[in-house]
């Protein structure tokens, strides 16, 4: 019998200052259906908690959800698919952190892994660059270009036994600093933060600073601009995704 590889993502994209609060939620989830281009339903929660739902496409998973939290000031986007379990959901937070104590999810076979996606934070320029999600995945090396904006990153990651590169998301520009995890100690990278702003004319990522359970590295590049943070919660960053081009112009995380 093929091994259950259900799993569930809750996704974060911070709202104010990167998009107006006028924007139309239907162009704003089309950039989720890129990312999911099967299929998705668009859910939102009133104040009398009654659930309003637009179906957009045929949705072959089994549950999805968007809102916007006034707590964390984002909008969350929810949704999992599972190939050979049935989900349920049993409980949803507010938003501003994964699941913990009561906000527990029931199915029908334990194995199933939950994997959190935060952001992007950052621009809408460039191409998009993902790792992929993988609650299995362990951060080695973030290797870092920077000056006056973050100019790119590489990662290299074990998965399944394996050593793998990403390959260079940004430009060739900068100087090159090295983050590499303590394997012995158990290390892992926490969370990042940096800040996003106009770099040759382009909104990109100027800074950025990773924390793991043993220390904090950096910041790399410029720190002009606004504020992010991207907090696995208690959790660990097991990926990274990205939109690239001459600069990093985005960066969001994975974690489990």
């Not at 929810?78 to 409980?91: D, E, G, N």
């Not at 999810?105 to 892994?113: E, G, L």
């Not at 992010?228 to 995380?253: E, M, T």
Request: charge should be positive; include cysteine; proline fraction near 6%.
């Amino acid at each position: 019998m093929e091994e259950d590889q259900s799993f569930k993502i809750r996704h974060w994209i911070p709202f104010p200052p990167v998009l107006p609060s006028s924007i139309n939620a239907k162009n704003l989830f089309s950039g989720f259906v890129d990312r999911k281009p099967k299929g998705t339903e668009l859910m939102s929660f009133l104040k009398t908690n009654k659930i309003v739902s637009m179906l957009l496409r045929p949705l072959p998973i089994s549950f999805n959800t968007m809102t916007f939290s006034k707590v964390c000031s984002c909008w969350k986007l929810l949704y999992q698919w599972t190939p050979t379990s049935w989900v349920r959901k049993k409980w949803e937070s507010d938003g501003s952190h994964p699941p913990g104590g009561d906000e527990t999810w029931d199915a029908r076979k334990p194995s199933s892994v939950v994997v959190y996606t935060s952001g992007p934070c950052g621009g809408v320029g460039g191409s998009v660059r993902d790792m992929g999600a993988d609650p299995g995945t362990r951060i080695v090396k973030v290797m870092v270009r920077h000056g006056l904006a973050v100019d790119a990153i590489r990662i290299l990651y074990q998965r399944d036994g394996r050593d793998e590169w990403t390959d260079w998301w940004g430009g060739r520009g900068g100087q090159l600093s090295e983050i590499i995890l303590d394997d012995e100690g158990e290390e892992c990278l926490a969370w990042i933060s940096g800040r996003y702003g106009i770099c040759g004319g382009y909104l990109v990522i100027r800074s950025l600073t990773f924390g793991s359970n043993k220390r904090t590295y950096g910041p790399y590049g410029m720190e002009d601009g606004a504020p992010f943070k991207l907090d696995a919660g208690g959790q660990s960053i097991v990926g990274f995704f990205a939109r690239a081009g001459q600069f990093l112009d985005a960066i969001g995380v994975y974690t489990a």
